[in-house]
């Protein structure tokens, strides 16, 4: 049973130029590089940028990347 009852309808309002989990993942790094430089990576990136709209899987695992990269460079000083 799904806990959230408007998932499948988010799911099949999938914005067509959504890559998908495979290839947003593989793209996520320089999507992450291009957000903590200043730059604007829904524009440099729309597709994933759509995919992460999206999906919530992938939505976490851009936010724990973007977490961990800001820890990483804080702890390197």
Known sequence: MMSDPNALERFLATDPVDPGCA?????????????????????????????????????EDFEGLVAAVRRGREAAG
């Open 23 to 59: 290839k947003a993942l593989e793209m996520l790094d320089a999507y992450v590089d291009t957000l903590l430089a200043g730059g604007d990576p829904e524009k440099r990136f729309p597709d994933v940028a759509a995919h992460l709209r999206d999906c919530g899987p992938c939505s």
